[in-house]
């Protein structure tokens, strides 16, 4: 073979430093588990009884209005779902669900001072060291979820050092009453409208690790987008100039809607402009490790009749679908009725398709023809794996078992 070209890596001299960025920014992760919801609670209405009380409220409001054969009326029109030929799938979501809200009912529970909690002159302190004792005294029982963690108020609203005293009085009263941090908690930091303020909330991060004597690095929050101009400075380079602490991006549709202007009954997750944002979002943090989550349905039951029951379910299930297919495997529960339809719909989109797909990977670890036409992609057959483990993860199962 004639080679023209005595020393080709003369050329790029620049090649070895490139390739270790991308290497820091973009390195291999294997799927991990990634909870599917988060539940968000007002600080004045949380106690450590509140997910178990979810968890009762859901599974009652299951048994009372969905038998296993209304299933397939509730997450008929729910995008990505099949139920498959006799209903085989509805019959084991039906189980599914039942036996997850008498289980784990909250994956991700997130004690609000924003939003859902108000300005609250003289009690925030209160709250936040009622909240750090509820907390320990459920680590103590077993009962914290997997995930869990406050919402502090944004910087945008004027007031940082309420934000950081919160922060401070919460962390300090889990810290002192359970004797260390439990793992799994994050931080919700929300309405970025400035990017300064990302780098001067990890620099308040930085200090209270070294207050609390905590290892550099424990404390990481998610990032929540709820307006254009946030959507504006999103970049990738985010991961590494925040030295690692931006664990996720929570999209918030009524403030993101409400900052485009968009009319009130168009408020809704599923809107075009909701979308950009999130595939902006996608686009931004690929392959960066960082968490995406989907935001929520602003709405209860209007009764606890069966019929309003079944029309918030089937409607929330829609919400829900929308964001699976759309990439988002996560979001936001703001009612225990909210805990039948999420895991209704999440456990359909998985067992939808996961025999399908089990195949086909087999067929092309096999080297044989998957039938049917199909020529997959070694793309296609990656992303076929990762959709298997994510929904082992989700649906609680061994890889080595397959749910249809």
Do not use: N
């Not at 048994?63 to 509730?74: F, K, M, S, T």
């Not at 401070?168 to 303020?197: N, S």
């Not at 902006?280 to 009749?305: C, I, K, N, R, Y």
């Not at 069966?306 to 029309?311: A, I, Q, S, W």
């Amino acid at each position: 073979m004639r080679v023209t070209l005595a020393d080709p890596s003369a050329l790029i001299p620049g090649f070895e430093q490139t390739h270790r960025e991308q290497s820091a920014l973009y390195p291999y992760r294997p799927v991990e588990w990634q909870p599917v919801h988060t539940v968000y609670v007002p600080a004045d209405r949380f106690d450590a009884g509140t997910t178990r009380e979810w968890g009762e409220a859901a599974l009652e409001l299951f048994r009372r209005h969905l038998p296993e054969g209304d299933l397939a009326a509730i997450l008929g029109t729910t995008p990505g779902v099949s139920l498959g030929a006799g209903g085989a799938v509805a019959g084991a979501v039906h189980g599914r669900v039942a036996a997850k809200l008498a289980r784990e009912p909250v994956e991700d529970l997130r004690i609000d001072f924003e939003d859902g909690y108000g300005t609250r002159p003289g009690e925030e302190d209160g709250h936040a060291s009622a909240a750090a004792k509820a907390i320990a005294a459920m680590h103590a029982a077993g009962t914290l979820p997997r995930r869990w963690g406050l919402r502090v108020k944004s910087f945008a609203d004027g007031d940082p050092v309420r934000a950081v005293r919160t922060l401070d009085g919460f962390l300090t009263g889990v810290t002192e009453r359970a004797g260390h941090l439990p793992e799994g908690f994050v931080i919700t930091f929300p309405k970025v409208l400035m990017k300064d303020y990302l780098y001067q909330f990890a620099d308040c991060l930085d200090a209270l690790e070294e207050g609390l004597g905590l290892g550099r690095g424990t404390l990481r929050f998610e990032i929540q987008v709820e307006a254009p101009q946030t959507v504006l400075f999103l970049d990738a380079g985010l991961v590494t100039s925040l030295r690692g602490r931006l664990a996720a991006a929570h999209f918030g549709v009524f403030d993101y809607t409400a900052s485009c202007a968009l009319p009130p009954h168009e408020q809704r997750l599923d809107h075009p402009a909701c979308d950009h944002a999130r595939h902006v979002m996608q686009t931004v943090f690929a392959g960066t490790g960082v968490e995406l989550s989907d935001g929520s349905l602003a709405a209860s039951p209007a009764s606890d009749g069966g019929r309003d029951v079944r029309d918030l379910w089937r409607r929330h299930a829609e919400l829900v679908g929308h964001s699976l297919t759309h990439g988002f495997y996560q979001g936001w529960d703001m009612h225990p009725s909210h805990l039948v339809s999420r895991y209704a719909a999440v456990y359909a989109f998985h067992l939808s398709r996961y025999g399908e797909y089990a195949h086909r990977v087999r067929a092309w670890e096999e080297r044989r023809d998957a039938g049917e036409g199909v020529m997959d992609e070694p793309a296609t057959v990656k992303t076929m794996a990762a959709a298997l483990r994510r929904a082992d993860l989700a649906l609680g199962t061994d890889p080595a078992e397959r749910p249809v």
